[in-house]
């Protein structure tokens, strides 16, 4: 029998007991640190089965689409004042449970809930790095109050728990009598579709390079139009976006159009890529 067969049938047989212990660790830390399930409500777990099936992976594809400022420099070839398209990559549907995790980790401070988050924010941003040939992954920072409020940017810390490095090259900005910049979840829609890349402050660590741009989850596209813009105007990149849930919005003026992929359609040479994005990309 060669070595491979024989160690897959060691991990088969491993299988049952390495499941058992984990349920049995986590029945003993229930006892100590009680916890509900963040989906449903259930006792004893953070998530349970059933709410952990229901974050399974169903890929969808979008585009952005925006208008580059008249002012705007000269990047990747488009002309200032042209339509761009962005692609864009959403892990799962924002329904079922997802909802209430993300929130759950957002405004409850559950940041347990990280790690069960974290593969579906590392299969959005594998198929847009497969495709878009970038070097730095970029979150979406949450806006300057809730910055404060919460202590931690739940982006960056889903992608940590994937095992990614991230770029924090956007800042929020303070706001002020004559920036004032409402929580996304609180302005009208007129008001996110006219968002503008002044909300954050750009690092200069990205200019001249290609990123993925990576959010929680795409409602109207307006957060990621605008973080679009803002790097684009420091002079990077964006060779497009990941998500970890989309809203299925099909008509209006912030429909983003959306169709389901596939995870098993790899290309003849999704395999050969140079670099990995958990490696040697910068902090």
């Not at 706001?175 to 996304?184: M, V």
Request: proline share 8%; charged share 20%; aromatic share 4%.
């Amino acid at each position: 029998m060669h070595t491979a067969a024989v160690n897959l049938d060691s991990a088969s047989r491993a299988a049952p007991i390495i499941d058992g212990v984990r349920r049995a660790l986590a029945d003993a830390w229930a006892l100590i640190a009680p916890v509900d399930c963040a989906g449903c409500g259930a006792a004893d777990r953070a998530l349970c089965p059933s709410c952990a099936l229901g974050l399974r992976p169903r890929p969808l594809l979008g585009q952005l689409d925006l208008v580059t400022p008249s002012s705007a420099p000269f990047v990747g070839g488009a002309v200032p004042g042209a339509v761009v398209c962005v692609p864009i990559v959403a892990a799962l549907p924002y329904q079922g449970p997802a909802p209430r995790v993300l929130l759950a980790l957002k405004e409850q401070g559950r940041t347990e809930l990280a790690r069960p988050l974290a593969p579906l924010l590392d299969l959005a941003i594998d198929r847009v790095w497969c495709d878009g040939g970038a070097e730095l992954i970029v979150p979406v920072p949450g806006s300057w109050a809730a910055r404060g409020t919460r202590g931690f940017e739940p982006v960056a810390l889903i992608a940590r728990r994937a095992g990614l490095v991230v770029t924090p090259a956007l800042r929020a900005l303070r706001p002020s009598a004559a920036l004032d910049f409402a929580p996304q979840k609180s302005r009208t829609l007129a008001a996110r579709l006219g968002s503008d890349a002044a909300r954050w402050r750009v690092s200069s660590r990205v200019r001249g390079r290609r990123v993925v741009l990576v959010d929680d989850v795409v409602t109207s596209g307006a957060t990621l139009r605008a973080a679009t813009l803002a790097l684009r105007a420091a002079g990077a990149e964006v060779a497009g976006c990941a998500a970890i849930a989309a809203t299925l919005r099909r008509v209006g003026a912030s429909s983003i159009p959306w169709r389901f992929i596939r995870t098993d359609d790899q290309g003849p040479h999704d395999n050969d890529r140079e670099e990995d994005y958990r490696e040697g990309k910068e902090a």
